[in-house]
């Protein structure tokens, strides 16, 4: 395997991990603010209800989009075992 094509299955393989956990993370981070809005505006500094909200988003996100990821999965190892041959030792 040369350098190229290492560097091409590092980059693809950060990219799709990136484009797998964005949702989730955009979702856990609204929530967050939204939540931390709520407790600025009422005074109610209490960490579970950060923390529930939060949590119970992210879950419903991942199930929701559980089709998805495995999709996406399913692509990238497809790319991998019908390029094996390029990655193996040349």
Same mark, same amino acid.
């Given at each position: /395997?040369?350098? #190229?094509? !290492?560097?091409?299955?590092?980059?693809?393989?950060? !990219?799709?991990?990136?484009?797998? #956990?964005? =949702?989730? *993370? +955009?979702?856990?981070? #609204? $929530? &967050?603010? +939204?939540?931390?809005?709520?407790?600025?505006?009422?005074?109610?500094? %209490?960490?579970?209800?950060?923390? +529930?909200?939060? !949590? *119970?988003?992210?879950?419903?996100?991942?199930?929701?989009? /559980? =089709?998805? $990821?495995?999709?996406?999965?399913?692509?990238?190892?497809? &790319?991998?075992? %019908?390029?094996?041959?390029?990655? &193996? =030792?040349?």
């Amino acid at each position: /395997m040369n350098d #190229v094509a !290492m560097i091409e299955l590092a980059k693809a393989t950060l !990219m799709t991990s990136l484009i797998l #956990v964005a =949702p989730v *993370l +955009v979702v856990a981070m #609204v $929530i &967050g603010i +939204v939540v931390s809005l709520f407790q600025t505006m009422t005074s109610l500094q %209490e960490q579970t209800l950060a923390l +529930v909200p939060k !949590m *119970l988003a992210v879950v419903a996100t991942l199930i929701l989009l /559980m =089709p998805w $990821i495995l999709a996406k999965l399913r692509d990238f190892a497809r &790319g991998l075992f %019908e390029n094996l041959a390029a990655y &193996g =030792p040349s």
